[in-house]
């Protein structure tokens, strides 16, 4: 097998939650072109839907749209059988739903707002990689991928995240104890940890771009297309010796 043919993903069954717009979407399409079936998850079915089509139009790969809140383990489990249905099984688990819901300060945040993060950022990659895995580990086969940030790795600023980040360095954290459990059955587990990256939710956030390129020795925000290399490599065989990983791509923002 050529270095080439190890990046391939023909044949192979994936899905992608939060996949309808930003970084899930663009990272799908890409797992489409490598060769990939792709479930496209969202939040609303009609979303999903829509990009689903929308990937097959351009890239021929066969695709389905799921709803799914990934925060219900009910929910969780539908869509999987949703996508072994479709499917036949699952090979490629990409974990990227997630919210950002408050820049306050900590003694003014509530139970409700921290509970919700929490909830959609660390609880449902648990639970995606929980179900993900009783497929996988069956066959002795499979790549899961979570979606981590740069903050799990510092403190941000000058924004305030105390509820945000902590869920990030769980994802790392929760992605290193998966892969070392879950390495004698053949399923990796790695993540990756963007910087600051142009997308609906860094757009929330305007009036703190200056500050932030300003800590960027690259001097440029990522574009979403610059993550789908390392997804995609997670996936494939050319990563078949790597789990438990964490791939931080912040245009070199956490090296102050």
């Known amino acids: 097998m050529g270095i080439l043919d190890k990046f391939s993903l023909a044949g192979k069954k994936a ?4 996949a309808s717009r930003g970084i899930g979407k663009v990272v799908a399409m890409g797992l489409c072109e490598a ?27 066969r695709t389905i749209g799921i709803q799914a ?34 820049n306050m300060n900590a003694e003014d945040m509530s139970y409700e707002v921290i509970n919700e993060i929490m909830q959609v950022n660390y609880i449902g990659i648990f639970l995606c990689c929980q179900a993900a895995a009783k497929i996988m580990i069956p066959k002795r086969q499979g790549s899961i991928i979570n979606m981590a940030s ?24 929760l992605t290193k104890n998966l892969a070392a459990e879950w390495a004698p059955h053949n399923v990796r587990v790695n993540s990756i ?17 200056p500050p932030w390129l300003a800590r960027i020795p690259m001097k440029r925000f990522g574009d979403p297309a610059e993550l789908t290399g390392a997804v995609v490599f997670f996936a494939s065989e050319a990563s078949s010796y790597t789990t438990g990983a964490d791939l931080i791509m912040d245009g070199g923002y956490t090296l102050w």
């Open 150 to 173: 740069m903050s799990a790795h510092i403190v941000n600023v000058p924004q305030l995240t105390s509820n945000y980040a902590p869920t990030k360095a769980a994802v790392v954290t």
């Open 193 to 209: 940890s963007p910087g600051y990256h142009m997308t609906e939710m860094a757009k929330q956030f305007t009036e703190m771009f």
């Open 69 to 102: 809140d990934v925060s219900k383990p009910e929910q969780v489990d539908r869509m999987m059988a949703e996508i072994v249905k479709a499917f036949g099984t699952l090979d490629i688990a990409f974990n990227n739903a997630g919210i950002a819901n408050a």
């Open 15 to 18: 899905y992608v939650t939060g």
């Open 35 to 61: 060769g990939a079936d792709v479930a496209f998850i969202s939040t609303k079915l009609a979303d999903a839907v829509a990009v689903a089509e929308e990937a097959a139009r351009l890239t021929g790969a």
